[in-house]
């Protein structure tokens, strides 16, 4: 189909030139200005050197900049590459060699971890600086001065063979780049869109900016507000979806993540749509709903229709109660970096929600070992795999890429590692990643299962449960728990709340801290929790 996303967004931009695009805070840029800001960023790479498959790291908070950033590297056919704005010198300096970055855009406030590397990246042709108030790190430009110094580049043709890198850290090893090709990421975040208005995929990247003026004259262009970050995959693609359908993106303009400022966005620019990373995110904006109308002041939320999560497991009970507060949807999405499809699940106010089960995806299976299917119904486990449009695989890893990128029955899946089983209704119950299950007295323990249960009791704020060595059973299971505001917790309180698991599930170990467990996307950080617990004796 030869899709292209800079193209397709260029479609856009002729057809809605005077609708908001982006909105951070006060300021907000029409699809004219975002196209216009965008080309002459792209013309600044240019001057300096960059091109066809040159890499853009960008290590910068949720903003339009970050937007710009991504469409002015598509525009000139090099390739967007994300950066854990968490990151410190080490990280930083690892992700900038290994991506082969030649240029870094990056917010003042990181200027610090910024200006250790700079002289040891000696790849980077070009370091931008987003103006936030911090002083100008030595050898950077200022964001505003490099577009203002250019004028827009102009557009040229382009391929479905572009590429866009996606670095995930996964739960195990250091950050791996998934290569997708802009075809392959444009087909499969486009196809679950474009139907829900009705309208056919575009035949062209040309085509889109029409389906787009139809989606606005329907009166249906979403108000997007990404709370889980850009530079993880959940914000970035249901940003891009927004985009290619003519929407807005709202982001928020704080460092970490507040509820109530979430909330003020909504109210303040009629968000119809919002992503988050399942409790992290929903539980501190129950509480903020909560708050608000205790205090006589509630948000208004009447714009809210759909709430989407991605990428961990989002509870039964917080949907329940964000949609009785709300009175919106949720969408429960199974995906990751390395695929979108896997599976949906969607719960409406006042039916059941349920957690780790959903609808499997049209391109998805559940697979054994040899490529044949799970059969429904006799509880046996598989792996969960997708086809169709998937990544080509990991830059500069072609040992990974084997290992997740699989023919299987004569099929090419993307298979990150999930297990599932399959019900007798067709459905699929998501157990968890195999790479981080706890193997104990021979039985297989999935981490997931057991946060779920310990997060429902009173006083637990987030728990991940990690395995550590164990001279009888090989590895027992350990839990690692933040109590709640103000709680007091002790294990056995908590095993006796967790009469719905078996045994041989319960945590052996209670570890109780104040860190936080997860990235800022809200993903487990499995890595630092097996850590504290090792610390812990």
């Given at each position: 189909m030869n899709w292209n996303l800079a193209t397709v967004w260029e479609s856009v931009a002729d057809s809605l030139a005077d609708r908001a695009a982006l909105v951070s805070g006060s300021t907000s840029r029409t699809w004219?200005?975002?196209?216009?800001?965008?080309?002459?960023?792209?013309?600044?790479?240019?001057?300096?050197?960059?091109?066809?498959?040159?890499?853009?790291?960008?290590?910068?908070?949720?903003?339009?900049?970050?937007?710009?950033?991504?469409?002015?590297?598509?525009?000139?056919?090099?390739?967007?590459?994300?950066?854990?704005y968490r990151y410190t010198e080490d990280e930083l300096l690892y992700l900038l060699d290994n991506s082969d970055a030649e240029a870094l855009i990056f917010h003042g406030a990181?200027?610090?971890?910024?200006?250790?590397?700079?002289?040891?990246?000696?790849?980077?042709?070009?370091?931008?600086?987003?103006?936030?108030?911090?002083?100008?790190?030595?050898?950077?430009?200022?964001?505003?001065?490099a577009l203002g110094a250019h004028a827009p580049m102009d557009r040229i043709e382009r391929s479905g063979d572009d590429l866009y890198f996606l670095y995930t850290g996964g739960t195990?090893?250091?950050?791996?780049?998934?290569?997708?090709?802009?075809e392959d990421l444009f087909g499969t975040l486009a196809e679950s869109v474009y139907p829900l208005h009705g309208l056919a995929m575009p035949a062209t990247s040309a085509e889109a900016g029409a389906l787009a003026a139809q989606i606005v004259e329907q009166g249906a262009p979403s108000v997007h507000l990404p709370g889980s970050p850009l530079m993880h995959g959940t914000g970035a693609f249901t940003t891009f979806q927004t985009l290619f359908t003519g929407g807005t993106v709202v982001t928020l303009?704080?460092?970490s993540f507040d509820p109530h400022e979430m909330w003020e966005a909504v109210q303040?620019?009629?968000?119809?749509?919002?992503?988050?990373?399942?409790?992290?995110?929903?539980?501190?904006?129950?509480?903020?709903?909560?708050?608000?109308?205790?205090?006589?002041?509630?948000?208004?939320?009447?714009?809210?229709?759909?709430?989407?999560?991605?990428?961990?497991?989002?509870?039964?009970?917080?949907?329940?109660?964000?949609?009785?507060?709300?009175?919106?949807?949720?969408?429960d999405s199974l995906g990751s970096s390395e695929g979108v499809g896997f599976g949906n699940s969607m719960s409406v106010p006042g039916a059941e929600s349920k957690t780790a089960k959903f609808t499997i995806g049209g391109?998805?299976?559940?697979?054994?070992?040899?490529?044949?299917?799970?059969?429904?119904?006799?509880?046996?486990?598989?792996?969960?795999?997708?086809?169709?449009?998937?990544p080509l695989g990991y830059y500069k890893d072609e040992v990974k890429s084997a290992g997740t990128f699989k023919v299987m029955g004569g099929v090419r899946y993307s298979v990150p590692g999930d297990m599932a089983q399959v019900e007798t209704d067709g459905t699929i119950t998501l157990l968890g990643r195999g790479s981080v299950c706890i193997n104990s007295g021979g039985e297989k323990i999935f981490p997931e299962e057991i946060e779920e249960a310990v997060k429902l009791q009173p006083g637990v704020a987030d728990c991940l449960c990690v395995g550590l060595p164990d001279d009888r059973f090989g590895e027992m299971v350990t839990a690692v728990v933040t109590p709640a505001i103000g709680a007091t917790l002790d294990g056995d309180t908590l095993t006796a709340g967790l009469g719905s698991l078996a045994r041989y599930k319960h945590p052996r170990k209670w570890i109780f801290t104040d860190q936080i467990l997860r990235a800022p996307n809200g993903k487990a950080d499995y890595k630092a929790a097996k850590a504290l617990a090792s610390d812990a004796g």
């Open positions: 004219r200005e975002f196209d216009e800001r965008s080309a002459r960023l792209a013309a600044a790479m240019q001057s300096a050197g960059l091109g066809h498959n040159s890499k853009v790291a960008q290590y910068a908070y949720n903003s339009n900049e970050y937007s710009e950033g991504v469409f002015a590297t598509l525009k000139l056919r090099a390739i967007p590459v994300n950066v854990n990181l200027g610090d971890q910024v200006a250790k590397v700079l002289g040891r990246a000696p790849n980077l042709k070009l370091v931008l600086q987003i103006d936030d108030g911090s002083p100008l790190v030595d050898g950077a430009e200022r964001y505003e001065d195990t090893g250091m950050p791996k780049g998934v290569m997708w090709r802009a303009t704080k460092r303040r620019n009629g968000v119809t749509q919002m992503a988050i990373v399942g409790d992290a995110f929903c539980k501190p904006m129950i509480a903020a709903l909560r708050e608000a109308d205790a205090a006589g002041t509630p948000y208004d939320t009447t714009t809210l229709g759909l709430l989407i999560s991605s990428g961990v497991m989002w509870s039964a009970e917080s949907k329940a109660e964000i949609m009785g507060l709300a009175n919106c949807f949720c969408l391109k998805a299976a559940v697979l054994r070992e040899d490529g044949t299917p799970v059969e429904p119904g006799g509880g046996e486990i598989g792996v969960l795999a997708l086809g169709g449009h998937i």
